[in-house]
Nanobody, 128 residues
Framework: QVQLVESGGGLVQAGGSLRLSCAAS????????MAWFRQAPGKEREFVAS????????YYADSVKGRFSLSRDNAKNTLYLEMNSLKPEDTAVYFC?????????????????????WGQGTQVTVSS
């Protein structure tokens, strides 16, 4: 059974940094495309960033480009999201997601409905 467990969320002042982690178990992490999504109160879940199975390709939402950095360690079955220059509008529950059966194509997936597995989320709160 696949499990994704996020950690690293918390309360931070505007301009600060956080590093989120997503630990995967129960599947072939190294073959998955991975992504982070977030959901703010009263809003729909939105795409944040995606990374291919081999880390060769990444893609970021315009709202986080230049401030967030996505990486993965396939040896540790872990996905990371380094978040810098945080803004109050980054406040949300952050979810990691895994896309299986990519057949090592290197594709990126931006639509949440394409993802097969989800974590429970970790809260990020940025105070002004």
């Amino acid at each position: 059974q696949v499990q994704l467990v996020e950690s690293g969320g918390g309360l931070v002042q505007a301009g600060g940094s956080l590093r989120l982690s997503c630990a995967a178990s129960g599947g072939t992490f190294s073959g998955w495309a991975m992504a982070w999504f977030r959901q703010a109160p009263g809003k729909e879940r939105e795409f944040v960033a995606s990374i291919s199975w081999n880390s060769f390709r990444t893609y970021y939402a315009d709202s986080v480009k230049g401030r967030f950095s996505l990486s993965r360690d396939n040896a540790k079955n872990t996905l990371y999201l380094e978040m810098n220059s945080l803004k109050p509008e980054d406040t949300a529950v952050y979810f990691c997601a895994a896309k299986d059966r990519t057949y090592y194509s290197g594709r990126l997936f931006l639509d949440q409905h394409e993802y097969d597995y989800w974590g429970q989320g970790t809260q990020v709160t940025v105070s002004s």
